[in-house]
């Protein structure tokens, strides 16, 4: 999962392991690292280049800190509505 600066990597989303409770990574430490930009740019108004870059590192950020955390950030009612928005499984 190594990349160079110009090229993107991608997870699928059951790749990553995202829990309540944020955790440090063990044995996938230099591989997520890896995936970090290598530098924070913002273009147009938008932190990095491509949603694609921004989603990586959301799902990097939260492995280390947790969805508990994360809901606390904005307005509970987003998130509610967030989820209520996913596919329901058949």
Same mark, same amino acid.
């Given at each position: 999962?190594?990349?160079?600066?110009?090229?993107?990597?991608?997870?699928?989303?059951?790749?990553? =392991?995202? @829990? &309540?409770?944020?955790? *440090?990574?063990?044995? $996938?430490?230099?591989?997520?690292?890896?995936?970090?930009?290598?530098?924070?740019?913002?273009?147009?108004?938008?932190?990095?280049?491509?949603? =694609?870059? @921004? &989603?990586?590192?959301? *799902?990097?950020?939260? $492995?280390?800190?947790?969805?508990?955390?994360?809901?606390?950030?904005?307005?509970?009612?987003?998130?509610?509505?967030?989820?209520?928005?996913?596919?329901?499984?058949?």
């Amino acid at each position: 999962m190594v990349s160079s600066s110009s090229e993107v990597v991608t997870m699928r989303n059951e790749d990553w =392991d995202i @829990r &309540r409770q944020g955790r *440090a990574w063990k044995h $996938e430490a230099m591989d997520r690292y890896a995936l970090t930009p290598e530098r924070i740019e913002m273009i147009d108004g938008k932190l990095l280049w491509s949603d =694609d870059e @921004r &989603r990586t590192l959301l *799902a990097l950020l939260l $492995e280390n800190v947790g969805a508990d955390q994360a809901v606390r950030l904005g307005d509970p009612a987003v998130w509610r509505e967030a989820v209520a928005a996913l596919p329901q499984p058949s």
